[in-house]
């Protein structure tokens, strides 16, 4: 809509001259939630405003893993989004996934995100085994694009997001591995939904985001 470009567009002009020179000032710590794993790092819970503003334009704009055309602009869902869980792998965690996508839409309610249990959907998490990652990702991607992105980031989890040129999410498949412990897969199963809705990046510089890939937290942070 016109009237969401305006404002955005306002808030970017406002925000990027703010980009690289706040320090940060996040405080507020409080224990991790109860579903976090032991050993998960305290919880953030307040911020500046320059920090919300650096922090989005740091993982909203453009991707650490291009392959073709330079992406430009924001990527986001433009309708409510339905997400599904595929279970597999040698331990069953789709509870457990579905609990965390309920709990994102319970938080973010703005997502207007639903669960389905049939295609189609445009958020899939794929859950599967640590030896089955590599083969998975070929038979999703091909095997240039899957090597591509293996020999760049060398993930425990990944994610692809498709959209149009125009930022447009048309569909996002995380794949999570389940047989690595509870830290892995939690740590995983948030921080790859936030990049099937639309935060693409990563901030390694910002202490307190999920999206930071030096910080394993394992729940969603405020």
Request: charged fraction near 25%; charge should be positive.
């Amino acid at each position: 809509m016109r009237w969401q470009s305006v404002i955005l567009a306002v808030f970017i002009l406002a925000s990027v001259t703010l980009v690289g020179a706040v320090a940060f000032a996040a405080s507020g710590k409080r224990p991790p939630p109860a579903n976090a794993f032991p050993g998960a790092p305290d919880e953030y819970t307040r911020f500046t405003v320059a920090e919300l503003r650096r922090g989005f334009l740091a993982l909203a704009f453009g991707s650490d893993l291009r392959i073709g055309a330079r992406p430009r602009g924001i990527r986001r869902f433009d309708h409510s989004i339905r997400a599904r869980v595929i279970g597999g792998g040698s331990i069953d965690r789709t509870a457990a996934t579905e609990r965390i996508l309920e709990e994102y839409a319970r938080k973010v309610p703005e997502l207007n995100l639903t669960l389905v249990q049939a295609p189609p959907a445009d958020v899939e998490v794929r859950l599967i085994d640590e030896k089955d990652f590599r083969s998975a990702l070929r038979a999703a991607f091909g095997a240039q694009v899957a090597h591509t992105f293996i020999r760049r980031t060398d993930p425990q989890c990944m994610t692809s997001v498709k959209s149009t040129a125009e930022g447009n999410i048309l569909r996002s498949v995380s794949f999570i591995i389940v047989d690595k412990g509870n830290e892995v897969f939690l740590d995983c199963a948030y921080h790859e939904l936030l990049h099937a809705f639309g935060l693409s990046s990563h901030d390694q510089h910002n202490p307190w985001t999920k999206l930071n890939k030096r910080r394993v937290v394992g729940y969603l942070t405020v």
